[in-house]
């Protein structure tokens, strides 16, 4: 893949801002170079921008190079960043399949990029074909969700690897729910594909969604692209500093999303007993897909009693649906036990 015919010009040509923590590398006793204040350490001084200690620990966990990591504000930066670097507003565009996550198609209408949608099958699958049929010289990434949001599904390996081989810009695979599903990661195959993204987020199996960290895994090309781009210090020092914290808790991760596959599991089963339960999708994420009957009646039910789901009734393929979280044993509880005074 020549990266040179993807990349929109300005981009190319674009001289990266460079910050004062850019410019050295190692440590340093006297600070005078980022007019910062001397006082309130240690959250008067700017980050490190590149956030090298972090990604030094997730490269650990996740046995990849810290080059091939970008890190960022949830995953939602990574996603609007790469649109920003390879589509030309009002002339390009990407292709996203329908259903899936919204903020594909909000972070290229934000740059005036087109959205092309491909439907699911009505199991929730790839068509392949029809999905490299919608592919124009003007589209420069697909993005594709596996396990999907909102149906939770993992979508099949070999039609991944089929568009990763027939499509000549780039594939951004989205496996924020990976941890929940049976089926691997593509990351063995990031070195043998390089133009595929992969994104995973913080925020669903290891419970950080309120420090808002998300990462990217790519190309040193690719990485690179995106650290010229993004904000200088975009990962706060209080983000780093809670998530190399966090990053040791993994032996504590795995046993939050074994409980959570079982209560998922418990939920899936329970929930088909209710009359005005239609079909419990099956599902590889954190999250189940539940079609009922008067599902926007059940959701509006539900809020008067404090309990809050996302009613997915709007969404293609999706008619009269709600999306409900799988929460701890006792929210499940609280759940179950609203439905029950429903019948």
Excluded at 42 to 57: A, I, T
Excluded at 143 to 157: E, K, M, V
Excluded at 311 to 334: K, M, P, W
Aim: net charge negative; with cysteine.
């Amino acid at each position: 893949m020549d990266l040179s015919k993807l990349l929109r010009k300005n981009i190319a040509e674009l001289k990266p801002y460079s910050s004062a923590r850019d410019e050295y590398a190692g440590e340093a006793m006297v600070f005078l170079d980022a007019n910062e204040n001397p006082f309130n350490e240690p959250y008067n001084r700017y980050p490190d921008p590149l956030q090298r200690e972090l990604k030094q620990k997730i490269s650990k966990i996740k046995d990849i190079t810290p080059e091939n990591i970008f890190l960022g504000n949830g995953s939602d930066e990574p996603i609007d960043l790469l649109i920003r670097a390879f589509c030309e507003p009002g002339t390009d565009n990407i292709i996203t399949f329908n259903p899936t996550y919204g903020m594909y198609e909000v972070a290229a209408g934000v740059n005036n990029v087109e959205v092309k949608k491909v439907s699911l099958t009505e199991d929730f699958e790839i068509d392949v074909d029809a999905l490299l049929e919608t592919v124009n010289p003007n589209t420069k990434l697909i993005f594709l969700c596996s396990p999907n949001n909102p149906t939770g599904n993992s979508l099949d390996a070999e039609k991944i690897q089929k568009v990763i081989d027939e499509f000549d810009g780039i594939v951004v695979l989205d496996e924020a729910y990976i941890d929940f599903a049976p089926g691997k990661s593509f990351f063995p195959k990031l070195n043998e594909n390089a133009n595929l993204v992969i994104l995973q987020t913080f925020s669903k199996a290891w419970g950080m969604a309120g420090i808002r960290l998300g990462m990217a895994f790519a190309s040193v090309e690719i990485v690179s692209i995106l650290n010229k781009i993004k904000y200088p210090y975009n990962l706060n020092i209080l983000t780093q500093t809670k998530a190399l914290e966090l990053v040791e808790k993994k032996e504590e991760v795995k046993k939050w999303v074994k409980l959570l596959i079982a209560e998922r599991a418990k939920m899936a089963d329970l929930l088909k007993g209710f009359p005005f339960v239609v079909q419990v999708h099956p599902s590889d994420a954190n999250f189940l897909l539940i079609k009922m009957h008067d599902a926007k009646g059940i959701y509006h039910y539900l809020v008067e009693r404090g309990i809050i789901v996302r009613n997915r009734s709007n969404v293609h393929l999706c008619d009269d649906s709600l999306r409900i979280t799988i929460g701890s044993s006792s929210e499940n509880e609280t759940l179950l036990t609203a439905f029950k005074e429903l019948v």
